[in-house]
């Protein structure tokens, strides 16, 4: 038996249940709300990385991170997104972005386990719902996106708040380029699919890259659009990349996340 919460606006919500124990129906429930919602939320769940992993196969294939090296041998697919008390400059993640939005085949999920987190509301992930996006954006932008792709790159602007976690696990060494269409629908519903953090052209006929682009993201990251999660220990979220940005927010101190990625 799960019980969902819903946040206001419908922008995320959340499940309280047994990840240990779910039944079919639950998993289906589930599944249904992280597409509804765009992110999902459960408290107090003290799953192994084996559990870990073996839910997160539950909404598709775990993918690999290009960019840095997995936990262990044993589970490459587990990502360790961490800041340190001495680590200088932007947290990992510091600005809205869509995950690997420059792969060919971008994640469609990505979920986060809290295993460190700082004093409560302090380093929290904020939310940017792209169903809410699309629909309160002006008819004239609609139809000049609705043919557009952007390109998206992995120096895009946010590859500057990597720059610690690269320094000991990086395994990227070259850029990587993908172009994907703005205006996506799932199941029927119209969203936004455009990552700040990694966009760095739209088609050539565009003219005025930069004022284009400035709007878009402007109206993207709406505070009307937005849920900021709040992190616990043991806290396990997920996320729909296609329908939801994510930062994480400023902060100095000690957090440590498990990252895996759904295709």
Known sequence: MIKVIPNKNNIAAEIECNLKSLTKTDITKIKSCLIKYGLIYFRNQRLTSKEYLKFSKMFGKPAFYPRLKGLSKKYPQITVVQRKYTDKGPNFGEQFHTDSSY?????????????????????????????????????????????LKGTFSSNGPIAKTTIERTKEKGTLNKELIARHKIIRSINGKKTIYCSPGHLIAFNKSIKNFKNLKNILFKHQTKKKFQYSLEWEKDQIAIWDNRSMLHQATAFNGNRKMHRITVQ
Do not use: C, E, W
């Open 103 to 147: 792969t060919k085949r971008p994640p469609k999920f990505t979920m986060l386990f809290s295993k460190i987190v700082p004093k409560k509301g302090l380093g929290n992930t904020d939310f940017s719902s792209q169903y809410l996006a699309y629909k309160h954006l002006p008819l004239k932008l609609k139809n000049k996106l609705k043919k």
